[in-house]
């Protein structure tokens, strides 16, 4: 069974940088073509997609964040680690992990067959 | 990027009727195009991936139909539990993109 879930803080500042993790298990990211998501979700908004990261370390950015985005894995631990830099209140929203559907190739889409329920930040003084 | 518009935004119906969601593409996808229910306070769930193909453990009352531009997911009888917001995602050009989703209402 496949479960993913976000942590990280619920409250961050304007300029300051977010750190979420995502804690995963049913799949190891060492296994050849599992990758995982970010995708987040504004208060009103459509969900948008942030990056990928895949088995072989692979990163795939969305090409309008990818300044301010960086993601890494540590597979000992099961866990994927988002940064973004420089938030603004406008990057306020729930942000969502999950496990990329596999599909060999084409490692800059994919669609999400598990995810996590989410974790709300908010950006405000 | 490719835009996904979903209509309609709110859809009310009653358990045992049909609902049929649309969302349209601002360029061809081809097929590959998913759906996903999502209620309030719980993760996301695939329902349809590739247009047409039903996740693991998704009940065969959930079709999805529909290629190109213009998709289709039909609730063939509703039950209670698939009161909820649906949305579709395109996977046929980066980056990938979400509609604004369908609000399924009693």
């Known amino acids: 069974q496949i479960t993913l879930k976000e942590s990280g803080p619920t409250l961050v500042k304007p300029a300051e940088t977010l750190t ?6 049913g799949f190891s ?4 073509g599992v990758g995982v998501g970010w995708i987040r979700q504004a208060p009103g908004k459509a969900l948008e997609w942030l990056v990928f990261i895949y088995w072989d370390d692979d990163k795939r950015y969305s090409p309008s964040l990818k ?18 830099t420089d938030m603004d209140p406008v990057d306020t929203g729930t942000y969502y992990c999950a496990h990329r559907r596999p599909i060999y190739g084409n490692w800059d889409t994919g669609d999400l067959d598990y995810w996590g329920q989410g974790t709300l ?3 405000s003084t | 990027e490719i835009v996904l518009t979903q209509s309609p935004a709110t859809l009310s119906l009653s358990p045992g009727e049909r609902a049929t969601l649309s969302c349209r593409a601002s360029q061809s996808v081809s097929s590959s195009l998913a759906w996903y229910q999502h209620k309030p306070g719980q993760a996301p769930r695939l ?4 247009a047409t193909n039903r996740a693991t453990g998704i009940p065969a009352r959930f079709r999805g139909s529909g290629s190109g531009t213009d ?9 209670p539990e698939d009161f909820a917001i649906y949305y579709c ?5 980066r980056p990938v993109t979400f509609g604004l989703g369908t609000k399924l209402e009693i």
């Open chain 1, 20 to 25: 979420l993790t995502c804690t995963f298990s």
């Open chain 1, 29 to 32: 990211l060492t296994t050849n």
């Open chain 1, 67 to 84: 300044d301010r985005l960086t993601i890494t894995k540590d597979t000992s631990k099961n866990q994927v680690v988002l940064t973004m």
């Open chain 1, 121 to 123: 930040v908010t950006v």
């Open chain 2, 47 to 50: 329902l349809i991936y590739d």
């Open chain 2, 71 to 79: 998709f289709t997911l039909t609730i063939v009888y509703l039950e």
């Open chain 2, 89 to 93: 995602q395109q996977r046929g050009n």
